[in-house]
């Protein structure tokens, strides 16, 4: 079945810096990446997906890549904000939202 | 609010006891999923639903957990003679049906397992 991981577990960035969280997944035939942000004690949500038929998607400070041939897709996140600070999970799957395979999350920490 | 709801919030229960979580999802969503997510943890895909048919369960899904959702609307979740190790939030998620979707999430269940 598919794994998926994540890295890092963990990321401090200073208030305007980027930060950048990665994932790698094993199922070649999944074609549908969201990314959830969850705050403590909240539902995860959704903030940006990408489907295997493109390699970037861009939404306002928000950034996903996807390379297919690697495997792997990564959030951009620019400008960030103390708001940003919460975990972030990504996760992957085969056919739109139907059984997502979660990594293991990313704490993000914003200093200002 | 018209999104994913879960009822109760938190659920406090002895070893033993069984257990039954509600999960409405948005009226208009066929589909329902559950997940189970423990402290430091990605959720993990428990079962779904289609309209009323459950067409997939997870091997995580041992027999003393049960999903239904008889009239393709809200759905529950079971859990049978809980063990400590069942404690975790339960998430409830809903999506329509088709390629390019996504998934809503309800708040959660917090079970704690004494």
């Known amino acids: 079945g598919e794994n998926v991981e994540q890295h890092p577990s963990t990321l401090s960035v200073q208030e305007g810096d980027s930060a950048v969280i990665k994932c790698t997944y094993s199922?070649?035939?999944?074609?549908?990446f969201p990314w959830y942000k969850q705050e403590l004690g909240k539902r995860p949500q959704l903030i940006i997906d990408?489907?295997?038929?493109?390699g970037e998607k861009k939404d306002q400070r928000i950034a996903v890549t996807l390379n297919k041939t690697a495997k792997h897709f990564s959030l951009h996140i620019t400008e960030t904000q103390p708001e940003d600070s919460a975990v972030y999970f990504c996760?992957?799957?085969?056919?739109?939202?139907?059984?997502?395979?979660f990594g293991q999350g990313t704490r993000l920490t914003i200093n200002p | 609010d018209t999104g994913v709801s879960q009822d109760p919030r938190h659920k406090i229960t002895k070893r033993g006891q069984n257990v039954t979580f509600r999960c409405d999802p948005i009226?208009?969503?066929?589909?329902l999923y559950w997940y189970r997510q423990t402290l430091g943890q990605g959720p993990e895909f428990l079962t779904y639903?289609?309209?009323?048919?459950?067409?997939?369960k997870s091997r995580l899904l041992s027999d003393r957990f049960s999903a239904e959702r008889p009239k393709g609307s809200f759905s529950t979740l079971e859990i049978q003679r809980t063990e400590q190790g069942d404690s975790a939030m339960y998430l409830c998620?809903?999506?329509?049906?088709?390629?390019?979707?996504?998934?809503?999430f309800g708040q959660g269940t917090r079970l704690t397992v004494v």
């Open positions: 998620a809903s999506s329509r049906t088709g390629s390019d979707t996504e998934a809503f």
């Open positions: 199922d070649s035939a999944s074609n549908y």
């Open positions: 990408i489907r295997s038929n493109v």
């Open positions: 996760a992957a799957s085969l056919g739109g939202a139907q059984k997502l395979v």
């Open positions: 009226s208009e969503h066929n589909r």
């Open positions: 639903f289609q309209n009323e048919a459950q067409l997939e």
